[in-house]
């Protein structure tokens, strides 16, 4: 979720190399002391875990100017400590080229009616103790921090009042580079580490015209129903476990001047309750997204079958084409039984199976599992709904070859046995791997249906605000479309 919100807002895409975990670092370092990496040296926690650490960190900044270090958590956390010890340790070793950012949250309790910067005041306390004095001191808030609270921060944080950053709540985040830029933060940094500022990174002329468009008000409006099982949280409702699939339905939505109205549904609900608790919502489109396990699925499967039958534009991502194979087998092709793999290892009809590892495909290999992990090509099949997808917003990699490249994160398969069967009764495979393998995408006749798409791969995560991907803006589209039916 972090990486995708960093390659939204910076318009780059952010790999392997950009996430570190302790375990990481920790089967390095024991790897390398087996293999006599360290000369048979005693090899404790400091310096050797830090030392990995700041490897790490170089080889992911490695050609470019500046490279953005997010220590995740809280200060004064017990995994946290190495992580600071490796930022104390670059401070001291390059005091010029390492800046410190800390970012706190300051409370203002409604039975007061006032900023509280005491917490901020203990976790700079903290982070000094292991080290540590931040530059700059990013305050979130509800509101904005005045000029009282800035002077009380900066005279017991020990940080200049200038270098204490507003960072209050908005009504979109996409809001925030300007309120950052509104108070020089952006040259502030590169004055301390004596760098230029690059005029095409800091013309926001782009983003301010998209600032403008999400406040606008819109006078269309479409209903988008998430059915998944991600949401609920003991008794709250947390979004967030889709939040890059959210973003990017907004992106669509406001490039298309489309005001969005987006209900999340709870498949496990769905199965408690029935489809009448979707149906009655009236969307106008339904996306089932990705998921993993048994939990919820068979309600996924009932949201599915209601907008194949009722027409109801339909996007499947990940599991949401898998499941679309099985709802197609069971209700259409008359494979009662027909499942996934993953949820009934037992089923007489594996519609979705795991494959035996193989290393031209998967990218990680576990104890008895494997994964189909990164972005893979995919041939579009000439005259389909795909292609005019991508062929209308130009998202080709190789469009004399009809190849698209999309990213990917799971671990089943179709089943390639029962291709033709289900094909005979109308499925369509729009994609697949350039050897014809894997089942890459799915639709169903235009004829039959105005919008049933669904994809193996993550197009959600190559969206971004100023370019939207080309399967949420048509889809999006289609739901606007099947409104004013």
Known sequence: ?????????????????????MGMVYQTIIQKE????????????????????????????????????????????????????????????????????????????KHLGEPKTKPTQLSIRLLNS?????EFLVVRSEVEIDRKRRDKLAINCNVNRDNIINNPDLDNIYELPGVFRDQEFHKKVMSILNLKPKKKRTDLRDWQLLVKRVKSKFDKEITVAIAGKYFATGDYELP???????????????????????????????????IGMLSELKPDGIIVPIGWGKRGVEGKISAIELARTNKIPYLGLCYGMQLAAVEYARNVCGLKDAHTEEVDPST??????????????????GEGVSMRLGAFDCVIKKGSLAEMIYNKHNGWKDKRRLIVSERHRHRFEFNNDYRSRLENQGFIVSGASPDDFFFEMIELDQKEHPFFFATQAHPEYKSRPLNPHPIFLEFTKAALKNKAL
Not at 7 to 20: A, H, P, Q, T
Not at 76 to 97: T, V
């Open 1 to 21: 979720m972090d990486l995708g919100t960093y390659e939204r807002f910076l318009d780059i895409e952010v790999g392997r190399k950009n996430f570190l975990t």
């Open 348 to 365: 007489q009809n594996p519609i979705i199976h795991s494959i035996p590892f193989n290393s031209k495909y998967q990218t990680i290999k």
């Open 34 to 109: 087996r293999s006599m990496g360290y000369e048979g040296k005693t090899v404790d926690a400091i310096p050797h875990i830090p030392e990995e650490i700041i490897k790490n960190i170089k080889n992911a900044g490695e050609g470019n100017d500046i490279c953005i270090v997010e220590l995740g958590g809280t200060v004064g956390e017990y995994q946290n400590i190495f992580n600071i010890e490796a930022a104390r340790i670059m401070k001291l070793n390059h005091p010029a080229d390492v800046i410190h950012v800390h970012l706190s949250y300051v409370p203002v309790p």
């Open 240 to 274: 967030d476990s889709y939040i890059s699939l959210i973003h990017a339905i907004k992106h669509a939505c406001w490039y298309n001047k489309i005001d969005l109205n987006l209900k999340f549904i709870n498949t496990e609900e769905i199965e408690n309750r029935g």
């Open 130 to 134: 292991a080290g540590i004095q931040p």
